[in-house]
């Protein structure tokens, strides 16, 4: 369960005070996985607190996420920076908070994440992490699930270090979202509840 919840309108500027006391060195920096969608918006990455050696991944909503890159993104930031990050905040729809959910566990866990599809099978707690929603949908930002397609299944990583430590709801992040994607969120809302 999440056990912080940071809500309102224009609440995303208070994401510096959030993460800042969770630094762990000027080394060890943040990392951003935002969706794409925001490249070039400048309202939105502008406000994003990023510092030291903080670094900000945009990644691509098209598809569902992959086991495979999970383990990209991890093998990228471990070879990047020359210190465990202080956190990941991931800022979009379902896709990203479940590839941040993920990257958390296992910058913390050997192995692939295809090892970790499954129930409680993560061993170490994942690093701190943040989810800002930026669509109404299912409610990944809230649950325990990682939800990957991996080589031979679609299975979340399912585990009390998934839940992300700390949620930032701000209205104003939605407020803009396209109706044929109100839509489609509906209808995946919809499916899962049948």
Known sequence: MVSKVVFGRGSFNQLS???????????????????????GNA???ARIPLSY??????????EEPK?????ELVERIILTHKERP????????????????????????DGEAKDYQ??????????????IPTISGTGAEVSR????????KKLGINSDYTPFDQVILDPELTKDVP??????TGMDCYIHCI
Request: hydrophobic share 45%; net charge negative; charged share 20%.
């Open 86 to 109: 202080s956190g990941v905040i991931g800022i979009g729809g379902g896709t990203i908070m479940d590839l941040a959910k993920a990257v958390s566990v296992m910058l913390t866990n």
């Open 179 to 184: 109706k044929n994607q109100w839509f489609y």
């Open 43 to 45: 309202w939105l990455t």
């Open 17 to 39: 005070e959030v993460i800042e006391p969770k630094r762990l060195s000027s080394n060890a920096p943040f990392i951003f996985l935002v969706d794409d969608v925001f490249k």
């Open 67 to 71: 086991t495979s890159q999970v383990d």
């Open 118 to 131: 499954g129930w409680d099978l993560a061993k170490n707690p994942a690093i701190y992490h943040v989810g």
């Open 53 to 62: 050696d903080d670094k900000l991944y945009y990644i691509s909503a098209d």
């Open 145 to 152: 699930t990682a939800v990957l397609t991996g080589p031979l």
